[in-house]
């Protein structure tokens, strides 16, 4: 993806999580895990119910906007139950949407992302808070459009 845009990196890759979580046969999980590496985890996966996947991704850039993207994302992760077993599809679609934004500021070339995106909150400077925000949201402008496109139900 190194000739590609910014924009059609970010199309690329939310088009390419969107069709994870549909479910890839063999050959395509081959193919886009090469490609997307930062979202490997989620082609290798069989998810059979997202739960409200679709509700959470049209409501995320509204609380980032409202709140913050670092309480957004904490909101994400506690809505996820991780330490919970026997989680519900909902809390794994909470799960899911806060990994699937964390894998693209991996990839993303203008963020410089650690390992953890809510360390990389908390120890940012202001500057490098508010262009994380920004890409974020930028990438959830295409993550929505994909859902509404392949996942959002009636």
């Known amino acids: 993806m190194t000739n590609l845009t910014i924009g059609q990196k970010r199309a690329a890759h ?32 069989h998810i059979p119910d997202i739960g409200n996947f679709d509700s959470y991704v049209e ?12 309480q957004a994302m904490a909101f994400e992760l506690a809505a996820s139950k991780l330490a919970k077993t026997g989680r ?16 693209w500021l991996r990839e993303c070339d203008n963020c410089l992302m650690g390992k953890d995106l809510m360390k990389t909150i908390v120890d940012s400077s202001q500057e490098e808070y508010v262009r994380i925000q920004h890409e974020v949201l930028l990438y959830l402008d295409w993550l929505k ?9 009636d």
């Open 145 to 153: 459009m994909f859902t509404q496109a392949y996942i959002k139900r």
């Open 59 to 70: 409501r995320l850039p509204a609380t980032i906007v409202t709140n913050g993207l670092g």
């Open 88 to 103: 519900k599809p909902d809390e794994q679609a909470h799960e899911l949407l806060y990994r699937i934004v964390e894998s």
């Open 14 to 45: 939310s088009l390419a999580a969107i069709k994870g979580l549909q479910g890839l046969d063999p050959a395509q999980i081959e193919e886009y895990a090469q490609r997307f590496t930062s979202l490997e985890w989620l082609f290798r996966q």
